[in-house]
């Protein structure tokens, strides 16, 4: 399975945030190291995993929101 890799400065163009965001509030509270990102060869550089951002962009609104959970599996915004 082929990954696509991006910087922190790629990332922010997709997800519509600055660069400065997605490092001191993002990463490592809702982008995790080994799921969202890599540092390659034990390095400073940090490589954002584009298919598990844009798989769970979404998640954390959801469970952290004014959505409450239902039965059915949906979410009443409550």
């Known amino acids: 399975m082929s990954q696509t890799y991006l910087t922190t400065e790629e990332l922010a163009k997709l997800i519509k945030y600055t660069p400065r965001t997605i490092r001191d509030q993002l990463k490592d509270s809702v982008l995790l190291e080994g799921i969202h990102y890599i540092r390659p060869f034990g390095g ?4 954002y ?3 598990a951002v844009e798989r769970d962009i979404g998640k954390v609104s959801k469970e952290n929101g004014a959505l409450l959970p239902m039965a059915s599996g949906g979410y009443c915004n409550g």
């Not at 400073?44 to 490589?47: G, H, P, S, V, Y």
């Open 49 to 51: 995993l584009w298919e």
């Open 44 to 47: 400073r550089k940090t490589l």
